[in-house]
Antibody, heavy 117, light 108 residues
């Protein structure tokens, strides 16, 4: 059974750095030819892709956010970590991680992150 | 970046109706297009991948078609569980993973 679960703070202050962890099970990021992506969805708005890490370590970032994002994987702990620097109120959103490559077949439930002082 | 434009933004329909949602890409993406369904407060669910392949476990009333820049998602005989928001998503190696703005299917 494949599962993913996001964890991290629910509230961050402006200018702080957000660190989110995606803990997965049922597949391997060291051998299976898949990757894990991070996405977000502001309240009432559309989905937005943020970052992706492939099983072979290849990393991709959204061009509009690449200077603020870092994605890393720890296959020994079955985790993928996303950091986003310099958080602002416009970054308030539900953040999801998902497994896939060209499309994403398993998703976590998401975690709502609010940016407020 | 490759932009995806969905139409309509909102669609009112009744149980049993056939509905069609369109997704247009700003440049050719071959068949690298997926469709997702999202219920309020839930994660997206993959319905269709590679433009026309039905994801395992998804009812056969869902179908996808298209290539290049124009794609459609059809839902035959709309069921109560189908009232949701639908997103298309493209993959291109130079401009990966963008989504359309969504189409909300609501009860007429």
């Amino acid at each position: 059974q494949i599962t993913l679960q996001e964890s991290g703070p629910t509230l961050v202050k402006p200018t702080q750095t957000l660190t989110l962890t995606c803990t997965y099970s049922g597949f391997s990021l060291s051998s299976d030819t898949v990757g894990v992506g991070w996405f977000r969805q502001p309240p009432g708005m559309a989905l937005e892709w943020l970052a992706f890490i492939h099983w072979n370590g290849d990393r991709r970032y959204s061009p509009s956010l690449k200077t603020r994002l870092t994605i890393a994987k720890d296959p020994s702990r079955n985790q993928v970590v996303l950091t986003m620097t310099n958080m602002d109120s416009v970054d308030t959103a539900t953040y999801f991680c998902a497994r896939g490559t060209t499309d994403f077949d398993y998703w976590g439930r998401g975690t709502l992150v609010t940016v407020s002082s | 970046d490759i932009q995806l434009t969905q139409s309509p933004s909102t669609l009112s329909a009744s149980v049993g109706d056939r509905v069609t949602i369109t997704c247009r890409a700003s440049q050719s993406i071959s068949t690298w297009l997926a469709w997702y369904q999202q219920q309020p407060g839930k994660a997206p669910k993959l319905l269709i991948y590679k433009a026309s392949s039905l994801q395992s476990g998804v009812p056969s009333r869902f179908s996808g078609s298209g290539s290049g820049t124009e794609f459609t998602l059809n839902i035959n005989s709309l069921q109560p569980d189908d009232f949701a928001t639908y997103y298309c998503q493209q993959y291109n190696s130079h401009s990966p993973w963008t989504f359309g703005q969504g189409t909300k299917v609501e009860i007429k």
